[in-house]
């Protein structure tokens, strides 16, 4: 395309892809289940895209994003359900209702009056299409939401209402209590289910020891794969200059390299 495409492009594309007669099969195969895996799967190349300030890679993760939205607009359509220009009026009409200090010039002063706002809108919003059985003070949170993400926002829904730590030392001695609780189950004849329990408490006193803090778990996480990442390539490349490969019988040399390699990564 010579002039600069519009989302009508990407729409009619989507269309041809899904034509019944002369599409393309893969395209015409898929489900929104089947779908599903790769709207994670560019979510995920997003987020890696921000991480790493990549801009052109951002530009296209964006757009296979975007695509993403497209295909399941498409596939509601012809089921009847909505298109994707309904999808749009709905996220335009949710930002209107979500910013009455913007559209509505109600005057909210300060941002942290603005997310309390915001809140009380969601909740709101939450109650009126909620059953009866889900309108609790964490429903709503999505159960296929990564388990750190999740676990942080079911944290901050309780905390709204007052079940949280006073101080980030109870956060800390609760990390503890579940990290000695872990090591019982070494010990004790428990059965493994056991360990399976207090390993998923340590895990979710961690994210409420990161919230504490200030910190975001899953992007902390993140991070920490990266680091790793990084100080095992330099342990390979180490050894592969003195001839060795990874393994238990250089486990000394590996150790030596990795206190290396963390003195010199930057991150």
């Not at 109600?106 to 809108?121: F, K, M, N, T, Y």
């Not at 964490?138 to 750190?148: I, M, N, R, S, T």
Request: charged share 35%.
């Amino acid at each position: 395309m010579d002039r600069d495409a519009s989302i009508e492009d990407l729409l009619g594309i989507m269309a041809r892809l899904r034509d019944p007669r002369d599409g393309c099969p893969w395209d015409l195969k898929q489900t929104f289940a089947s779908i599903l895996p790769y709207t994670l799967e560019e979510a995920y190349e997003v987020a890696e895209a921000i991480e790493q300030s990549d801009m052109p890679a951002l530009r296209d993760e964006l757009g296979d994003l975007l695509l993403q939205v497209v295909f399941h607009s498409r596939m509601a359509e012809e089921g009847g359900h909505f298109d994707f220009h309904q999808v749009v009026r709905s996220i335009c009409d949710k930002m209107i209702r979500r910013h009455p200090h913007v559209f509505d010039d109600q005057d909210l002063g300060s941002p942290e009056a603005v997310h309390a706002s915001w809140e009380r809108i969601k909740a709101g919003e939450r109650e009126a299409k909620s059953s009866a059985v889900e309108t609790g003070a964490l429903a709503g949170v999505a159960q296929a939401l990564p388990a750190l993400i999740r676990s942080e926002k079911l944290q901050k829904r309780a905390a709204r209402v007052g079940f949280d730590w006073d101080s980030v030392d109870g956060v800390l001695d609760k990390v503890a209590e579940e990290l000695d609780e872990c090591r019982e189950t070494l010990t004790e004849d428990l059965p493994f289910s056991e360990r399976v329990h207090e390993v998923g408490d340590l895990l979710f006193s961690c994210v409420n020891l990161a919230r504490h803090l200030g910190v975001d778990a899953e992007q902390a996480l993140r991070a920490a794969n990266h680091r790793f990442e990084s100080r095992f390539a330099k342990v390979e490349s180490g050894l592969a200059e003195q001839g060795l490969e990874p393994g238990v019988e250089v486990r000394d040399e590996m150790e030596r390299l990795w206190e290396r390699a963390k003195k010199t990564d930057p991150q």
